[in-house]
């Protein structure tokens, strides 16, 4: 039964990493999205001060901005998990 044994004392490391890998990606993950939370909250409440049935340039810009802002935040995170993920791979490799 030492087969059952080396399989137990080899498996469970390789488990814990990757358990611990995918608890970070999920934190990761969630932090983003709290953040987007924010990010529309905060866009919502500054762009539109009142209800109208057509926006305005003025809110029209607004809401462009906030957007713009989104894409060029999303962009930056999706880089830095990529980042993490390559560097973690890396890491399991050595």
Partial sequence: MSFGSDLGSSVPGNV???L??????ENQK????QLVNE???KCWDLCLDKPAQRLDSKT???????VNRFIDVSGFILKRLERVGTQHHEMELN
């Fill in 39 to 41: 990010l529309n909250d």
């Fill in 16 to 18: 814990d990493k990757d």
């Fill in 20 to 25: 611990e890998c995918f608890i970070e990606v």
């Fill in 30 to 33: 969630q932090r983003f999205q």
């Fill in 60 to 66: 029209e810009t607004c809401l462009t901005n906030c």
